[in-house]
């Protein structure tokens, strides 16, 4: 690994640019995966994670969607779609005040789950759930003890290097998780999942519409230039009753 960087200031006012660091393709390593790596060593946000004890990134995705929408707020209760590796997880229950730390607020729930297990975090429970099998919605209202106020999707299936292919299968699964949100949330919560640019989500943007009062789409400054990835908040659930009115009312 070696470390290439800019010149100091010489009391040129400009300040002293930011090392680079650059890595050497290494014998049986693929450029792909130096590039990756090279990537990933000078990702600030992935130093940030580092330094503030995130799993990930993308904790930062979830920090500015809710500086923006204030859909984490403390005594909600959350749920979190394909949880792993926790970094979500970290941010709600820090959020929604799970931990009881700030006195004189009401403390939220936050339940995450995935297929596979997941470390630990404070203030969070982790259950190994598929949310697309049959009963997954009631079991979740009752580890919960009612319904959610706020449901989280940041899945992404694995990639298969066809862009519309992937495009088709982000897409599939936050129609599901949609679906799920449905089910669990109660009046006036929030959905909020991530998909990708490219037109085939024109279906659920109008379907969230229906049940919804707000609906966004947004990129947050976290999520890399070079990604199609967006997000989209859906705020102000219409409840079970209306939502069912509004789909009758669409097919008719």
Same mark, same amino acid.
Request: hydrophobic fraction near 45%.
């Given at each position: 690994?070696? !470390?290439?960087?800019?010149?100091?200031d010489?009391g040129s006012? +400009?300040g002293?640019?930011e090392l680079r660091v +650059?890595? /050497?393709?290494?014998r049986?390593?693929r450029l792909s @995966?130096?590039?990756? $790596?090279?990537?990933?060593?000078?990702?600030?946000?992935?130093?940030?994670?580092?330094?503030?004890g995130?799993r990930?990134?993308?904790a930062?995705k979830?920090?500015?969607l809710?500086d /923006?929408?204030r859909?984490?707020?403390?005594g909600?209760? !959350?749920?979190?779609?394909?949880?792993a590796?926790?970094?979500?997880?970290?941010?709600?229950?820090a959020r929604?005040?799970? $931990?009881g730390? +700030?006195?004189?607020?009401?403390?939220?729930?936050?339940?995450?789950?995935d297929l596979?297990?997941?470390?630990p975090?404070?203030? *969070?429970?982790a259950?190994?759930? =598929?949310?697309?099998a049959e009963?997954?919605?009631a079991?979740?209202?009752d580890?919960?003890?009612?319904?959610a106020?706020v449901v989280? @999707? =940041?899945?992404?299936a694995?990639a298969s290097?066809? +862009?519309?292919t992937?495009? $088709?299968?982000i897409?599939?699964l936050?129609?599901?998780?949609?679906?799920?949100a $449905? =089910?669990?949330?109660?009046?006036?919560? @929030?959905f909020?999942a991530k998909?990708?640019?490219?037109?085939a989500? *024109?279906?659920?943007?109008?379907?969230? /519409?229906?049940?919804?009062r707000?609906?966004?789409? !947004?990129k947050?400054?976290a @999520?890399r230039?070079d990604?199609?990835?967006k997000?989209?908040?859906a705020?102000?659930?219409?409840g079970a009753g209306?939502?069912?009115?509004a789909e009758a009312e669409?097919?008719a």
């Amino acid at each position: 690994m070696a !470390v290439g960087g800019g010149k100091g200031d010489g009391g040129s006012g +400009r300040g002293q640019r930011e090392l680079r660091v +650059r890595v /050497k393709t290494a014998r049986g390593r693929r450029l792909s @995966s130096t590039l990756w $790596l090279e990537r990933q060593l000078n990702d600030p946000y992935v130093v940030r994670a580092k330094a503030e004890g995130y799993r990930g990134r993308a904790a930062f995705k979830l920090i500015e969607l809710d500086d /923006k929408y204030r859909f984490l707020k403390p005594g909600v209760r !959350v749920v979190d779609l394909g949880c792993a590796p926790g970094g979500w997880l970290q941010v709600a229950a820090a959020r929604v005040n799970a $931990l009881g730390e +700030r006195a004189g607020q009401p403390r939220g729930r936050v339940l995450g789950v995935d297929l596979r297990a997941v470390e630990p975090v404070a203030g *969070a429970e982790a259950h190994v759930l =598929d949310f697309l099998a049959e009963g997954a919605d009631a079991q979740v209202r009752d580890w919960l003890g009612g319904r959610a106020d706020v449901v989280l @999707s =940041d899945m992404a299936a694995a990639a298969s290097g066809h +862009r519309q292919t992937d495009h $088709l299968r982000i897409v599939a699964l936050a129609e599901a998780a949609a679906d799920f949100a $449905l =089910d669990v949330l109660e009046e006036g919560g @929030s959905f909020v999942a991530k998909v990708l640019a490219g037109g085939a989500e *024109a279906g659920l943007q109008t379907r969230l /519409k229906q049940h919804f009062r707000k609906v966004a789409n !947004v990129k947050p400054p976290a @999520s890399r230039a070079d990604s199609s990835e967006k997000y989209v908040v859906a705020t102000g659930f219409r409840g079970a009753g209306a939502a069912e009115e509004a789909e009758a009312e669409a097919r008719a």
